[in-house]
């Protein structure tokens, strides 16, 4: 007959073997600033902004990491993106506001190394300079603008 304590350690030893499988092929992953790889950012956002893909993948469900980088004097309007759960700015400036209407003097500018959690409403934003972000939340990765006619996806067709 074996004992409870021989019992509980072999539930605790299989337990831990389980968990600890998807730890076993996580791996860590660093990237220099200067090593990003930038692309053309996706369609849903205005021409000009360069995207480099930290973590996950746009299109599917999942944890997603990514940076944008923004040309000068860039406008991003009135949107909603229920992917977004966390915006850091890395460099320059970059202005935003809340509401359904783009109104540059309405805008708050958040500097490099200023984070922002943004809720479900819409907001927009602009750029004087060069400016930078990192955006990190969940997949798939939308853009819903409030005109449909600031859709550049549907500007196109």
Known sequence: MKTPYAMFTKIVLFVIGVLGVPFAHAQQVAV???????????ASLPPG????MLKGDLAKDGTLAFRLKLPADYRLMPHSSPAIGRLLVVSGTF??????KFDAARTIPLYAGYM???DKSPSFAWTKEETVIEIEGFGPFAVSYVNPGDDPVKRKK
Do not use: F, I, M
């Open 95 to 100: 202005n935003l506001g809340a509401g359904e």
């Open 116 to 118: 922002h959690w943004p």
């Open 49 to 52: 902004a360069k995207l480099a």
């Open 32 to 42: 220099a600033s200067g090593d990003v790889k930038w692309v053309n950012a996706p």
